[in-house]
């Protein structure tokens, strides 16, 4: 169990179909009984998702083939340019905040690479992000394996649906702040100051 999950984080950065946080859960919600140790999935999952992590990063400096396949869609080309927009200002929130967000763990470790984050940077921030997805995917397990200890199965159902519960919440709330930035930004576009487009017209001549 513990070198699926080891192999299973390992992969989700390169690979975000792979579904490492519904194995992380379902086997914390068996852990709840023991076995396996809660303690050794942590270093299994922290561990493996932190190699996954630091090899894309790896790709993202190198380009090469798979940034240009991953980068095809036009949803990963949006989440590409959103995580380079704000990178340079908070690299480090990005990194974290990324384990929890769809597909972010992906454009996030890809982007640090592409935008050359300092290396050592990189795998402290993204090492608390590992820390902190392993504890919350596992708490969440070990939460649904409690109670419903004499039917594990619908102990990782519980599981699973307070983390997309979860992870819905976190990414329509994003989605809104977004959509709020972006109108703001159309407002003071919309009220700026005739002077200002004065002013940039006699600059470009």
């Not at 519904?22 to 932190?50: K, N, Q, R």
Request: charged fraction near 15%; charge should be positive; aromatic fraction near 8%.
């Amino acid at each position: 169990m513990y070198l699926l999950v080891f192999v299973i984080a390992g992969m989700d950065s390169l690979f975000p179909i792979v579904p490492s946080e519904t194995v992380l859960i379902t086997a914390a919600a068996y852990a709840a009984a023991g076995i396996p140790s809660p303690l050794g999935l942590l270093l299994a999952a922290v561990v493996g998702a932190l190699i996954g992590d630091f090899a894309a990063h790896l790709v993202g400096r190198g380009g090469g083939s798979l940034v240009q396949r991953w980068t095809r869609s036009s949803r990963a080309k949006r989440l590409l340019a959103h995580t380079e927009e704000i990178f340079a200002r908070r690299g480090g929130v990005v990194l974290i905040a990324g384990r929890f967000i769809p597909g972010g763990r992906t454009a996030t470790t890809l982007s640090s690479g592409i935008l050359k984050y300092p290396r050592t940077r990189f795998l402290i921030f993204d090492a608390l992000g590992c820390l902190a997805w392993a504890i919350y995917s596992i708490g969440v397990g070990l939460l649904g394996g409690v109670l419903f200890e004499d039917q594990p199965l619908l102990g990782v159902g519980l599981g699973i649906g307070i983390a997309l519960a979860i992870t819905g919440v976190a990414e329509l709330t994003r989605r809104l702040l977004a959509r709020r930035k972006a109108r703001a930004d159309q407002d003071r576009t919309a009220h700026r100051d005739p002077a200002d487009w004065t002013a940039s017209a006699i600059d470009v001549a």
